[in-house]
């Protein structure tokens, strides 16, 4: 398509006769063409290609002309690109096609001059003789190609395939034995030894093998040898060859994993179990552990296998043991070791082993360094772990009570506390049916670092038990600490409002008191809630009441628009709209323009559903005018930033204020100019 595009484009251009044009009308078309439509026309309306047609040679004189022509041709080509060697050989291939084999020859000898490094140009040379059975000139083109390109592994494949299929064999092998002079990659020791293999040489093989360990210094290739004399019977050389080769990668404790598992699997397959074992062993003794994971996973498939779960386990733990004492020697500090060492342990079911654990990780040089509730939480979680464990598990209950006692000591309180901890203590002696135990914890809780958490649990454990008086005196003290807290008030109504209780007025009297606090953190959320349960106690002009009193603290619009969906569902459409037209009014401040567009965008919804043709009109005709502003940036230090586009609002009731407004502006800035002036004269008196 893109091509058909240029086309279209080059035709226009040509029709312009490569002018510019002057564009007579520049707005917008009624029908727009998209690029898509203007390429599909272009290649439904171009013209069919006049290809000249088929030239049939009739005789000698038109085949040599012909010919002539086209030589001529691809000289010409190829005196002014000499160096694309696919015009030289697009030439080499015309002669023969042409049967002319000597001048095809010829152009090949020409192209190798120009690049002799081009082995793609060997292959086609070679080929064509091959094609001719010159088998004695395909020797030649190799022999040439491989002196000269000796690391061009293409070149002795397709030279050694050659000999092959004349059945050449002493050829083959004498190419082979030639190139390995040359100590090429893995692959063409892999096909020499293919080769051998094939024609049955073993000890040409073993032969090659021996040679290829040598310039290939790599594990896999003594695996390979190794595997080799497996598969030919000789399992006394096998086993000397995987010996051999741990005694040659003595020093590179990653390549020995590999032989020690291909060695123990070989000792597998020849039903030696018991010297499979030695060898996973010996492995275990001289390989870091660091590098021995895949050893030990393949030693642990094994022994499940093979050996009983007991040995297993035994193998499991101490192995991982001694992997985790190894990383705390370098880090005692870090919990995630020891979290997963616990969970080892524990695995393993042996309560002696994990109380050791469990009183190491938590001693005292563990403990973090910085007094910051951040780096404590792994710290305290590891304490947490260790008392549900001496709960749940080991069921010593003086010894879990001990834990939390320690723990709740060690913590620095001034600092930070921990909630869960206090909890997790007081839900322990409640299910040791320890009642007063647990309100003891609570209260301490409470008078070493007070919380909401703290709190909520109390009450939520004195509710379940019923005792409303224990309630309201935990509310009280709540309170008093944090007069602020409306979550707190709001807690407190509900115990008061529920139907169980039903103390209404005891209810409205908390609200009252909480609502003339000074300070509040969400006054919103209170009053909402205030509001809502004088609703649903169907106490509608105190609800009324209530709006009134909140507008006197505040002109939120979002408040007003409450108030007026209050009356609406009271079904009482008047005094609806009288609370947006007192609204509308009360937002009719500049500084309350947004809130004031707020307000009459949900005034329009109510009309809409709610009004008459009238008060709609009344609606609209106040609706604002949006104007497109820019006002000037500054930054902190005082430098102009630039402007900035900003959305402003005028209503029709304050477009006159406004008007004056601006004029006062400019008699202001007028004055400072005058007052500039007359400062500069002075001072040049």
């Not at 080499?92 to 096609?97: F, L, P, T, Y």
């Not at 152009?107 to 088998?135: A, F």
């Not at 007063?436 to 709190?455: E, L, T």
């Not at 459409?573 to 323009?593: D, G, H, M, N």
Request: hydrophobic share 35%.
């Amino acid at each position: 398509q893109e091509k058909h595009f240029l086309a279209w484009f080059a035709l226009l251009k040509m029709s312009t006769g490569g002018r510019k044009t002057r564009v007579l009308n520049s707005g917008i078309a009624d029908i727009q063409i998209t690029a898509e439509q203007l390429m599909r026309e272009a290649f439904e309306r171009q013209e069919v290609d006049n290809r000249p047609a088929k030239q049939k040679i009739t005789d000698v004189e038109e085949l040599e002309e012909y010919q002539l022509k086209k030589r001529t041709g691809f000289e010409n080509s190829i005196r002014q690109k000499r160096q694309a060697i696919n015009l030289w050989l697009r030439y080499a291939k015309w002669e023969e096609s042409q049967g002319e084999y000597e001048r095809a020859r010829s152009i090949y000898e020409r192209t190798l001059l120009v690049d002799y490094k081009n082995v793609g140009l060997w292959l086609k040379y070679s080929e064509m003789e091959m094609k001719q059975k010159n088998i004695n000139l395909a020797r030649n083109i190799f022999d040439r190609a491989v002196a000269l390109l000796p690391r061009a592994n293409a070149l002795w494949y397709k030279y050694i395939f050659m000999e092959e299929r004349i059945n050449n064999f002493i050829g083959v092998r004498r190419l082979y034995e030639r190139w390995m002079e040359w100590e090429p990659d893995e692959s063409a020791w892999i096909a020499y030894v293919g080769f051998e293999r094939k024609n049955g040489e073993t000890n040409l093989v073993r032969n090659i093998y021996r040679r290829f360990i040598q310039v290939h210094h790599k594990v896999k290739v003594w695996l390979k040898f190794a595997k080799f004399e497996e598969k030919e019977g000789e399992i006394d050389s096998a086993r000397e060859i995987y010996e051999e080769s741990l005694d040659v990668f003595a020093d590179q404790p990653e390549e020995l994993v590999d032989i020690y598992i291909a060695f123990a699997d070989f000792e597998e397959r020849m039903k030696e179990i018991e010297r499979t074992r030695v060898i996973y062993k010996y492995a275990f003794d001289r390989i870091p552990k660091n590098v021995a994971r895949k050893l030990f996973d393949k030693f642990i498939r094994f022994e499940k296998q093979h050996g009983d779960r007991e040995n297993i386990e035994h193998i499991i733990l101490g192995k991982r043991r001694f992997q985790y004492e190894e990383l705390l020697q370098e880090d005692s500090s870090n919990y995630d070791i020891w979290f997963d060492y616990i969970r080892l342990e524990e695995a393993g079911g042996n309560q002696t082993k994990i109380r050791e654990i469990y009183e190491r990780a938590i001693a005292s040089d563990n403990m973090p360094p910085i007094m910051e509730k951040q780096y404590w939480k792994r710290y305290i979680y590891i304490w947490i772990n260790y008392a549900i464990y001496e709960e749940l598990e080991a069921k010593d209950y003086e010894r879990t009570r001990e834990i939390y006692k320690t723990i709740l000591r060690i913590i620095p309180h001034k600092r930070f506390s921990f909630n869960k901890l206090w909890i997790m203590y007081a839900h322990f002696e409640i299910r040791r049916c320890n009642l007063d135990a647990a309100r003891k914890v609570f209260g301490h809780a409470i008078g070493v670092s007070p919380s909401d958490k703290i709190f909520n649990a109390y009450i939520e454990l004195e509710m379940q038990l019923a005792n409303i008086d224990r309630c309201r005196t935990l509310y009280t003290t709540w309170l008093q600490r944090t007069p602020e807290n409306c979550q707190a008030w709001i807690k407190f109504t509900e115990l008061e409002a529920d139907p169980q209780i039903q103390e209404i007025e005891r209810a409205r009297g908390i609200f009252e008191i909480a609502v003339q606090q000074p300070v509040l953190d969400m006054p919103e959320l209170l009053w909402k809630a205030y509001i809502e349960f004088e609703m649903e106690n169907r106490e509608f002009e105190k609800a009324r009441s209530l709006y009134r009193r909140l507008l006197e603290r505040t002109a939120h619009v979002r408040v007003w628009i409450s108030f007026a969906k209050f009356e609406l569902t009271l079904n009482d459409i008047e005094r609806a709209r009288s609370v947006y037209k007192e609204a509308f009014q009360a937002l009719k401040p500049a500084e309350f323009t947004e809130s004031r567009v707020l307000l009459i965008e949900s005034w329009r919804d109510f009309e809409e559903e709610n009004g008459n043709s009238e008060t709609q009109k009344f609606v609209r005709d106040n609706m604002p005018k949006r104007l497109i502003k820019r006002r000037k940036l500054t930054t902190e230090d005082g430098q102009e930033a630039g402007y900035e586009e900003y959305y402003d609002y005028v209503f029709p009731d304050t477009q006159n204020a406004r008007a004056g407004l601006k004029l006062m502006e400019a008699a202001k800035r007028w004055k400072e100019r005058q007052e500039q002036a007359n400062k500069e004269t002075t001072q040049e008196v």
